[in-house]
């Protein structure tokens, strides 16, 4: 079989010259791992290459990196250090920031020595890899994120039976799921070449510096459809029913607080009588709103996490879509623009710690004795107040002038201070209970 030669497009992609109008149409070629460098020809807009842009670039894919690791370390850390993190639920908060430090850690580095080298210098067998690794990890989020919203759809629309339906076992059988669906379109497909032409198997080994991953659109449509679109249905649809369930138990909460206290004090009946009984009903019904509150706010904050989730990676899935179904010759895109789509995608890894830390007080309090926080603020309120009471000394009596004071003029001080407070009247038992029925609810 003889191969075309091989020119360069607009992005630098590899064009068949001599390949047959139905060939061009089921290619459909998209850079998951973009930089000007992925063909023998090198761009050459100085603008771009200039040694301040590299080192700008350097600077923030450097500090992705480093916010990401240490962040998703902090959570994991947490979780299993504090005991009150260890929780079932966040199983798949752990899950979820381990797939974002492997990002960090496996994915980002050598998307970044593209970026700034110009090409790739890993070999060929690293590329697979890390293609695969950037399929598998993406994956593997956005799947934590659709367990994660069935966790809490179960937690709140069915909260009493939520320990027996979510077992250990079951988050097991879950998060197994969720890495072995994720390894089954990313590595399987990548390392015995299911997802490319032949053309491009081709290129590839002749052009061990270059690591594009050009797909065909079966795989593109299968991909796509089991690693985002359908997760993100079944998220919207979870957090859409979360929503008014929560509301709907609200609203029904706050009825029976008040039509309780409406008919204790309908009777003649004080709340606040010797037993305590005509209590419990409301104190009652306040634990539950209460429980329920911190079910809807972690409900809330899963669902910030999704919402960055989905501003961080639907930008890049809608041109994957697009360039999937209509191929890079007919809707090309700037070599910039993908780099961008890319790293904002790779920037949701650094942000779910900081969503942790903003919305969940467990998390933040978690992240504080981690880093010493307390420490150093115990230490500051210390010196404050040694230096509070220097100055109190020096601007009154020494603590030996005080010691030696007659005790009944300090006494005596004391009585004329409280002496000289007006006193409260008094009310009989009779007098109190009618002024306590009778004050509005």
């Known amino acids: 079989m003889e191969y075309p030669e091989w020119t360069s497009s607009y992005l630098n992609y590899p064009v068949y010259d001599n390949t047959d109008s139905e060939t061009r149409e089921t290619l459909s070629s998209y850079r998951l791992h973009s930089d000007s460098n992925l063909t023998s020809t090198n761009i050459t807009d100085e603008s771009v290459n200039s040694p301040a842009v590299t080192v700008l670039k350097s600077l923030v894919f450097v500090t992705i990196m480093v916010s990401a690791v240490f962040g998703n370390l902090l959570v994991i850390i947490s979780v299993f250090r504090f005991e009150k993190l260890k929780i079932i639920a966040n199983s798949f908060i752990v899950s979820l920031a381990f797939a974002d430090l492997l990002v960090a850690l496996l994915v980002m580095p050598f998307n970044a020595s593209m970026e700034i080298a110009g090409r790739w210098v890993f070999g060929r ?179 910030i996490i999704m919402g960055a989730f989905l501003f961080c990676w639907l930008p890049f899935i809608i041109w994957y879509g697009s360039t999937t179904m209509c191929g890079e010759e007919r809707c090309p895109t700037p070599a910039i623009v993908v780099s961008f789509l890319f790293w904002l995608g790779y920037t949701n890894s650094a942000l779910n710690p900081v969503i942790y830390a903003f919305f969940n007080r467990d998390f933040r309090n978690a992240f504080k004795r981690l880093l010493g926080c307390n420490k150093i603020r115990c230490s500051c309120s210390m010196f404050r107040s040694r230096c509070c009471s220097r100055d109190t000394n020096r601007s009154t009596l020494s603590r030996k002038d005080f010691t030696e004071l007659p005790c009944r003029a300090v006494t005596n001080s004391s009585r004329s201070s409280t002496s000289s407070s007006p006193r409260r009247p008094s009310l009989s038992k009779k007098s109190y209970e009618a002024v306590h029925i009778t004050e509005p609810h």
């Open 125 to 303: 067998i690293m590329c697979d890899i890390f293609n695969a690794n950037d399929v598998l990890f993406s994956t593997a989020s956005l799947l934590h994120l659709c367990c994660i919203s069935m966790d809490r759809y179960i937690a709140i629309t069915d909260p009493f039976q939520y320990e027996l339906r979510m077992t250990r076992k079951r988050v097991a059988l879950m998060l197994s799921c969720a890495w072995g669906a994720s390894s089954l379109i990313s590595h399987v497909p990548i390392h015995l070449g299911w997802y490319t032409t032949p053309e491009q198997r081709y290129m590839l080994q002749n052009n061990e510096d270059q690591c594009t991953f050009i797909v065909n659109r079966i795989y593109g449509i299968i991909s796509s459809t089991i690693s985002f679109w359908t997760p993100t249905f079944i998220m919207v649809f979870t957090y859409v029913k979360i929503f008014k369930e929560a509301r709907r138990q609200e609203r029904q909460i706050y009825k029976q607080i008040q039509t309780t206290r409406s008919s204790k004090i309908g009777n003649g009946v004080s709340p606040r009588n010797r037993n305590g009984s005509c209590q419990s009903d409301t104190s009652q019904l306040t634990n539950e709103r209460k429980k329920l509150k911190k079910e809807h706010k972690a409900a809330k904050t899963l669902g």
